[in-house]
């Protein structure tokens, strides 16, 4: 099994363009981009992949030890930039994939050339000042409903959709798909993300960074796109008009405009 | 139906109904969503109606789930009501408002009854994952006890078992000798002091089942039927996450399999040691010794299998100044073998006669093996030695040749007088060598020079150089160094080593 076929890389795009890759949060899969990426095809070479456990990853691969924390996800990350050889490239990162860029650039800042990260959060769980969004007991509340809602969180999470009838062009093999995934997996990746503490990894990333931040975001609240911010040297902040924590669902445009406006101011500089 | 009993029905239907605005914000709820959250509903984002599990949900799972494929039907979460959480299966689908807007449709139906039934449902897998668990184990320690080799061996496999596939962070394993105390046979893992005093746990008449678990986490399992067990294995649990690790049935089940390996253990040990037995007996007969000359010898069973194997030497007087030495090696192992060495061994003796000489006798053996079929394809190497003269006349069937060590230290390989193992009906031949006085010969089996991790020639040059020492200790001692560094994988082993010390031919009687 190959890196590649292991976190189940797709390449699209110019072949000799410079290199774009987008990462997909904790949730769903690389389909998450689906919007969005389209747009980079024709000046980079853009590159999906899903992290091991979800879409059409490997689930063999999934090691427990190796994905109890960011880390392993950011060592699949540099694995894969590596089989790749693209030379320095743009990673966009949603939700905890932006902290998994983060922490991949700390380790490898010759394998980026900046960073976008849509809806980072650092932590999640307050902490004296600082504001993540939720309170400890609330993250143990999470984690307790992960373990005891069986159907909730499982592959039977998808629903069962009753034939299509208002979107035919959606075939049966794509339903739920995108979010669909193994429970135990999805409950210690839930660990991973939920309980993870990077702020100290911010301040070594020397890689220029956009943050892309919604005014309303329950899971990464505005603030928390702030504080990324002010603890990423030479980061940029775009607040979105957008709602929710999936801006590149629910506001494509505005993630792609921004992504393609930082692209080209930054990459004027030497 | 009028437009008024649609409005109505929008209130009074059985389930809670949202309407959302792109944002996934509530535009409107119908009256069971208010009765069920008892707040207003009205300009709240739906994900805050949630407990933080839903909310995440939705906005990671749901929200990106109703962009991608525009609904998803059944979905768990949990409303917040004033009285905790309400388990709801969630519908929804994006519809285009009136005023071209994207709107979701929302249907909750309460799902307590369905949030127990998954329970069950849940703690049934975790049930029967649980038993495939106990039965991998126990289908693992079985094979582990069929390969066990003796009491020994399967008592090791047990305790080893115990702590690869029970868990267990230490294991002994005690088997009743003839008397019926119990001794240890076996162990794995770092066993605490005291723990010893245990083993007799539940034993014959003690009214306590198979297994006895002690409060501290030491269990003890009858090996064999609990009315009259074989044994026992004495458990300490591993620490932490459970408390007790152990299943019963598990267990039980782990002490009958012991049961049935430790009789089967008994059987081959008894059988090993007939064997065992037979050979030496068949080895301990009385050797010639005169001032001439002096044979010593040393036999070593095979360690792997406790197996005998069919490896023997003899030495006799042909007449008043001829001896003859012989060493051999029957194919095969156990009982069968011990019995086909003595035979042969017998045969030998009855066919050496003055005047035969060793080619003469290797076919004489050659019509008994063609006979009675015992002994086919053994080796043996024999020789006659004239104690007036110190010729030798010898031969070897197959067998490693002869080595002889002069008194200066000087040795030699005897290469000559070869011909193929009995039975394969090949012609026999003999070669004829001398020894000085004091000089030393050698006859051993291959177990003594063949090793997996050497050409048999580097293992003869071993012997060679070792053997130079014979003459300051013992042949017991030679086999021991020569041995040193291949117990594990030791074969059978015989050595006879004759010293021809004439004295002065006037004054013999």
Request: proline share 9%.
């Given at each position: 099994m190959t890196v590649l076929s292991r976190n189940n890389v797709v390449l699209s795009g110019v072949p000799d363009g410079p290199a774009m890759v987008f990462a997909h949060g904790f949730g769903c899969d690389q389909s998450m981009w689906r919007f969005v990426a389209p747009a980079f095809e024709s000046t980079h070479r853009v590159v999906r992949f899903d992290h091991v456990g979800a879409g059409g990853s490997d689930l063999h691969a999934y090691d427990p030890q190796r994905y109890a924390s960011l880390e392993g996800y950011a060592d699949d990350v540099v694995e894969i930039l590596d089989a790749l050889a693209l030379g320095p490239v743009v990673f966009v990162g949603h939700s905890v994939s932006a902290m998994i860029g983060v922490l991949a650039a700390a380790r490898r800042p010759e394998l980026f050339d900046r960073l976008v990260l849509v809806g980072p959060s650092p932590r999640y769980v307050d902490d004296g000042d600082y504001?993540?969004?939720?309170?400890a007991a609330e993250i143990d509340e999470l984690l307790a409903t992960m373990d005891d809602n069986y159907l909730g969180w499982s592959a039977f999470i998808a629903p069962v959709i009753m034939g299509n009838v208002d979107r035919p062009e959606l075939g049966d093999e794509l339903t739920n798909s995108f979010c669909r995934t193994d429970p135990a997996i999805a409950r210690r990746f839930a660990r991973a993300t939920f309980l993870a503490d990077n702020r100290a990894d911010l301040a070594a990333v020397t890689t220029p960074a956009l943050v892309l931040q919604c005014r309303?975001?329950?899971?990464?609240?505005p603030e928390v796109g702030r504080y990324v911010h002010e603890h990423l040297a030479g980061s940029e902040l775009v607040l979105l008009d957008a709602v929710g924590h999936c801006p590149n669902l629910s506001a494509p445009d505005q993630v792609v405009d921004a992504i393609a406006a930082y692209v080209s101011h930054v990459s004027v500089q030497p | 139906m009028s437009a008024s009993s649609r409005s109505d029905a929008w209130d009074v239907a059985p389930v809670a109904l949202l309407r959302l605005d792109g944002d996934g914000t509530v535009v409107d709820a119908n009256q069971v969503l208010l009765d069920w959250v008892r707040r207003p509903a009205q300009g709240v984002r739906l994900a805050d109606l949630l407990s933080v599990g839903g909310r995440i949900y939705w906005e990671t799972h749901l929200s990106p789930l109703l962009h991608m494929q525009g609904r998803f039907d059944e979905v768990a979460v949990e409303l917040r009501g004033p009285d905790g959480r309400l388990p709801v299966l969630m519908s929804a689908v994006v519809r285009t408002g009136v005023d071209g807007g994207r709107r979701v449709d929302v249907a909750l139906s309460r799902a307590t009854e369905r949030s127990r039934y998954e329970r069950e449902l849940l703690a049934a897998r975790a049930a029967a994952d649980r038993s495939a668990d106990q039965l991998r184990a126990l289908q693992a320690i079985t094979a582990a006890l069929s390969q066990g080799v003796g009491t020994d061996g399967v008592a090791r496999a047990l305790a080893d078992s115990a702590v690869t596939h029970l868990g267990a962070t230490a294991a002994s394993v005690w088997v009743a000798a003839e008397d019926g105390t119990l001794v240890r046979r076996g162990a794995a893992g770092h066993l605490p002091d005291g723990l010893d005093r245990r083993a007799a746990g539940p034993g014959a008449g003690d009214p306590v089942g198979a297994v006895e678990p002690h409060a501290d986490g030491v269990v003890v399992v009858a090996l064999g039927a609990a009315s009259a067990p074989q044994g026992t294995l004495v458990l300490v649990a591993g620490g932490g996450q459970s408390e007790d690790p152990f299943d019963v049935g598990v267990l039980t089940a782990v002490g009958q399999q012991a049961g049935l390996a430790l009789g089967r253990a008994a059987l081959f040990d008894q059988k090993a040691s007939v064997a065992h037995e037979l050979q030496l007996a068949l080895l301990t007969t009385h050797l010639p010794a005169d001032d001439r000359f002096t044979v010593t010898t040393e036999y070593r069973p095979g360690v792997q299998a406790l197996e005998v194997g069919g490896d023997w030497f003899d030495a006799f007087l042909l007449d008043d100044h001829v001896l003859a030495v012989t060493v051999g090696d029957v194919v095969g192992r156990g009982l069968h073998a011990a019995t086909a060495m003595g035979q042969l061994r017998s045969a030998v003796r009855a066919v050496a006669a003055p005047g035969v000489g060793p080619a003469a006798l290797l076919a004489r053996l050659d019509r008994f093996v063609g006979q009675t079929g015992v002994g086919f394809m053994a080796t043996l190497a024999y020789a006659e030695i004239d104690l007036t003269s110190g010729e030798v006349r010898y031969a070897c069937a197959g067998h490693l040749p002869p080595l002889r060590f002069a008194a200066g230290g000087a040795h030699e390989f005897w290469w000559d007088g070869r011909s193929t193992p009995l039975g394969s009906g090949a012609g026999r031949t003999e070669a004829t060598a001398t020894l000085d006085p004091h000089d030393q010969l050698i006859l051993y089996t291959d177990g003594l020079v063949e090793r997996r991790d050497r050409p048999l020639l580097d293992g003869l040059e071993a012997l060679a150089s070792a053997g130079v020492a014979l003459r300051e200790t013992s042949v017991g001692a030679l086999v021991t160094g020569l041995l040193g560094q291949a117990r594990d994988e030791r074969d059978d082993v015989c050595v006879l080593v004759a010293s021809w010390t004439p004295g002065d031919p006037a004054t013999r009687p």
């Open positions: 504001r993540g969004g939720f309170s309303e975001d329950v899971i990464a609240p | -």
